[in-house]
């Protein structure tokens, strides 16, 4: 007698999905604690080629809430802490009429009015922005303005030191301040604000590229076959259509995606898109011309309408 033949045996990927998989979260939840997502602020180092030569002075404290980069602007809350003379009778209040102007490129944006001997309560400011978003997701937009600070009362610019926070996630933020330059009256100070994205974003960003690229890649794949074995069906045409709609989803869906026009646009999504089209075009092209070909005939034969026919009868 014939022994029957033992069973084929293979191992098992489980655990080594499990493992796969428990090592890319690993790998998130690193990236979510480095980049610092979840701090709603942080404290951002303001490089300052200036120092203080008396007691008698401002402490400018910055918080940034927004990056508008389809306005253009930074969005920024400004509380200003009185030190020596400049110091009221009650805490936090200031004793001498103020004066914030913010200047760029040459004209004035931003102006804060500080009454004397008053508490002041942090005023919204508005600081013009350079994009800078053509690498995005590596953009580095920037802010390049002018800050001075002035006595309404003797008309005499007041020393002042910054302290920026940052609340606008998901960005990172650089600044520094410059050597002041007068400019008639006015003691202004040169202040550079330089923005990046967080690690979170960029890698967000990639998966959603790759994912771009991927299904691009099996469109081209799948249409292909089916084109060369003769299986082209009604719903290639859709999953096309379906593709070409939803790239234009997944651009705007990406954290902090700027407008249209970016390196990203020219290099992965345009010719992903123009490759979608084109195989929509031609695989719709196709199926209709061969589908219509009983439409397009002047005779029919009676073998293709006999089955018809039949069917047809109870």
Same mark, same amino acid.
């Not at 802010?143 to 996630?169: H, I, K």
């Not at 992903?272 to 089209?277: S, V």
């Given at each position: 007698?014939?022994?029957?033949?033992?069973?084929?045996?293979?191992?098992?990927?489980?655990?080594? /999905?499990? +493992?796969?998989?428990?090592?890319?979260?690993?790998?998130?939840? *690193? !990236?979510?604690?480095? $980049?610092? =997502?979840?701090? #709603?602020?942080?404290?951002?180092?303001?490089?300052?080629?200036?120092?203080?030569?008396?007691?008698?002075?401002?402490?400018?404290?910055?918080?940034?809430?927004?990056?508008?980069?389809?306005?253009?602007?930074?969005?920024?809350?400004?509380?200003?802490?009185?030190?020596?003379?400049?110091?009221?009778?009650?805490?936090?209040?200031?004793?001498?009429?103020?004066? /914030?102007? +913010?200047?760029?490129?040459?004209?004035?944006?931003?102006?804060? *009015? !500080?009454?004397?001997? $008053?508490? =002041?309560?942090? #005023?919204?400011?508005?600081?013009?922005?350079?994009?800078?978003?053509?690498?995005?997701?590596?953009?580095?937009?920037?802010?390049?303005?002018?800050?001075?600070?002035?006595?309404?009362?003797?008309?005499?610019?007041?020393?002042?030191?910054?302290?920026?926070?940052?609340?606008?996630?998901?960005?990172?933020?650089?600044?520094?301040?410059?050597?002041?330059?007068?400019?008639?009256?006015?003691?202004?100070?040169?202040?550079?604000?330089?923005?990046?994205?967080?690690?979170?974003?960029?890698?967000?960003?990639?998966?959603?590229?790759?994912?771009?690229?991927?299904?691009?890649?099996?469109?081209?794949?799948?249409?292909?076959?089916?084109?060369?074995?003769?299986?082209?069906?009604?719903?290639?045409?859709?999953?096309?259509?379906?593709?070409?709609?939803?790239?234009?989803?997944?651009?705007?869906?990406?954290?902090?995606?700027?407008?249209?026009?970016?390196?990203?646009?020219?290099?992965?999504?345009?010719?992903?898109?123009?490759?979608?089209?084109?195989?929509?075009?031609?695989?719709?092209?196709?199926?209709?011309?061969?589908?219509?070909?009983?439409?397009?005939?002047?005779?029919?034969?009676?073998?293709?309408?006999?089955?018809?026919?039949?069917?047809?009868?109870?």
């Amino acid at each position: 007698m014939t022994e029957p033949t033992p069973p084929r045996t293979r191992r098992n990927p489980a655990p080594i /999905i499990l +493992v796969v998989v428990a090592l890319l979260l690993v790998v998130y939840y *690193a !990236v979510v604690a480095l $980049s610092g =997502v979840l701090q #709603t602020s942080t404290e951002v180092a303001v490089r300052d080629d200036n120092t203080l030569s008396s007691d008698d002075y401002l402490t400018l404290r910055m918080s940034t809430q927004d990056v508008d980069l389809t306005n253009r602007v930074i969005q920024a809350n400004v509380l200003p802490i009185p030190h020596g003379e400049l110091e009221g009778a009650e805490p936090g209040e200031i004793a001498a009429n103020l004066r /914030i102007e +913010v200047r760029s490129g040459g004209v004035t944006t931003s102006v804060v *009015a !500080v009454p004397g001997e $008053s508490i =002041v309560d942090p #005023t919204s400011l508005t600081l013009a922005l350079e994009r800078g978003d053509s690498d995005y997701p590596f953009d580095k937009p920037f802010a390049d303005f002018q800050l001075a600070v002035e006595n309404t009362d003797t008309d005499r610019p007041v020393a002042f030191e910054l302290e920026l926070s940052n609340s606008a996630r998901p960005w990172m933020l650089t600044a520094a301040r410059g050597e002041a330059n007068q400019d008639n009256e006015s003691l202004l100070y040169p202040i550079q604000i330089h923005g990046s994205r967080d690690v979170l974003t960029i890698t967000l960003v990639m998966f959603y590229v790759l994912a771009i690229l991927l299904t691009t890649l099996m469109a081209v794949v799948t249409i292909g076959s089916a084109i060369l074995r003769r299986q082209l069906e009604f719903s290639n045409v859709i999953w096309l259509s379906a593709t070409l709609l939803s790239f234009p989803a997944l651009r705007s869906a990406m954290p902090g995606a700027p407008p249209i026009g970016t390196a990203l646009d020219f290099l992965v999504l345009f010719p992903c898109l123009c490759l979608i089209a084109g195989m929509l075009l031609w695989t719709g092209g196709h199926l209709l011309w061969r589908e219509s070909h009983v439409l397009r005939r002047r005779i029919l034969d009676d073998d293709e309408v006999a089955p018809d026919r039949a069917a047809a009868l109870p």
